[in-house]
Nanobody, 123 residues
Framework: QVQLVESGGGLVQAGGSLRLSCAAS????????MGWFRQAPGKEREFVAA????????FYADSVKGRFTISRDSAKNTLDLQMNSLKPEDTAVYYC????????????????WGQGTQVTVSS
């Protein structure tokens, strides 16, 4: 089992920044891909960014490329998402997820989820 707890959401004006953090615990994460997804009201959960826990090139959705940066700290067992130049369309509940072995941009293929943290961007 992997336990994930997100923090860092809030209300910010368009153009502002927020940093989300996900604390991971449980089994070893060395064979996992960690990621962030988001879900707006009435919409499906969509991929935002992901990175292998062991390192390597991160993956980003086109809509956030150049604005968001995903990183992990293996010593602290945390996964972060730095979000800059935020837009109202970034408003959603953001979820931290974990998936064994390989990357997928489809939420249904991910095994573990946190409880989510709300991000609201005002115009």
């Amino acid at each position: 089992q992997v336990q994930l707890v997100e923090s860092g959401g809030g209300l910010v004006q368009a153009g502002g920044s927020l940093r989300l953090s996900c604390a991971a615990s449980g089994r070893t994460l060395s064979n996992y891909v960690m990621g962030w997804f988001r879900q707006a009201p009435g919409k499906e959960r969509e991929f935002v960014a992901a990175i292998s826990w062991s390192g390597g090139t991160p993956f980003y959705a086109d809509s956030v490329k150049g604005r968001f940066t995903i990183s992990r700290d293996s010593a602290k067992n945390t996964l972060d998402l730095q979000m800059n130049s935020l837009k109202p369309e970034d408003t959603a509940v953001y979820y931290c997820g974990a998936r064994a072995w390989d990357f997928s941009r489809y939420a249904r293929g991910w095994s573990y989820w946190g409880q989510g943290t709300q991000v609201t961007v005002s115009s």
